[in-house]
Each structure stands twice: as C-alpha cells, then as structure tokens.
C-alpha cells in the first residue's frame, strides 16, 4: 500500500513537502513515481526515483524546482517542491513501478497507487 500526504495550500513561490510511505511489500526494487491531476486534465507524470541506486527522472515542467527523493530505511519517498506556481495546482498521486526505464513516465508502467493529496498553490 501506497499512502501519500503533506498536501496543502501554499502561495506561489513556496514550498511544499509530500511523502509517500509504502508498506505491505518490499519496494526495494521499484521505481516510484509522483502524478499530479489538475481540474479537467489528464494525469501527467512529474518525477521518479530508482529505490536502487536513486536515479531521478522530471518532467521539464517541474526539473530545477521539483526534487524527489527516498529513504529506504523508513520506505518512503518524498517530493520537495519549491518555487510553486499556480499552474503546480493538482491533486498529486505516488505510484510504484517494476516496469522498464523506458516507459516509467506513462501511467500504465505503474501497478501501484496510493491516494492523492491535494496541492493548491495561489497566486
């Protein structure tokens, strides 16, 4: 199980830190991803970390601004985002992986989900 908090509201320009615990199953070999799903859009990816070796992947509308990270002790993964636009308004989903590298940006590579937490940035 996958369970996402730390949303919330924050005014552009500021920072907001969401966790993803995982439990149930050993991620250990997963890539994990964060989402986001504005009002009337698609999901679209944002970032994902290799548990192994910590390789990090963004999308270009948040690299420089957005950092994903992980603690394998206490099985969580974390998203820093700093810099907040409007725009970064979504509710934000965590997501576990064992597909391929290549294919870790679509939302079918991931099998797991954890519940969103809503981020809203005003302007």
């Known amino acids: 199980q996958l369970q996402a908090s730390g949303g919330g509201l924050a005014q552009a320009g500021g920072s907001l830190r969401l966790s993803c615990a995982a439990s149930g199953r050993a991620f250990s070999s997963y890539t994990m991803g964060w989402f986001r799903q504005a009002p009337g859009k698609e999901r679209e990816f944002v970032a994902a970390?290799?548990?192994?070796?910590?390789?990090?992947y963004y999308a270009d509308s948040v690299k420089g601004r957005f950092t994903i990270s992980r603690d394998n002790a206490k099985n969580t993964v974390y998203l820093q985002m700093n810099s907040l636009k409007p725009e970064d308004t979504a509710v934000y989903y965590c997501?576990?992986?064992?597909?391929?590298?290549?294919?870790?940006?679509?939302?079918?590579?991931?099998?797991?989900w954890g519940q969103g937490t809503l981020v809203t940035v005003s302007s």
């Open positions: 997501a576990a992986s064992k597909a391929p590298l290549s294919i870790i940006a679509t939302i079918n590579a991931y099998g797991s």
């Open positions: 970390i290799r548990w192994s070796g910590g390789r990090t």
